[in-house]
């Protein structure tokens, strides 16, 4: 399912135009982002947690040449599903 479907089921389940259930899904998920850049976390009751980790720096090997690659550490998002949300998927 992606956005334009997810923004079809809700807007004839709510009764309102697509148009606008687009508009808040996109302020939706820009609120996200926001706040995960400000290095803050967003937590949906029932659903899960967004949070931004830090991925640690480590060594690599480029296969083809056998030298070794620093990869530096990096600011990544994270999503952990909530334990109701886990419940539901696996039945």
Known sequence: MNKNTVAQVVSRRLNLPKSQVLDTIDTFLE????????????????FGKFERR????RLA?????GTSIDIPAILSPSFNPSI??????RG
Do not use: Q
């Open 61 to 65: 090997r480029d296969i083809k040449t």
């Open 31 to 46: 609120l996200i982002a926001e706040e995960l850049v400000k290095g803050h976390s967003v937590r949906l009751a029932k």
């Open 54 to 57: 830090t991925r640690k720096a």
């Open 84 to 89: 109701t949300l886990k419940t539901a998927i």
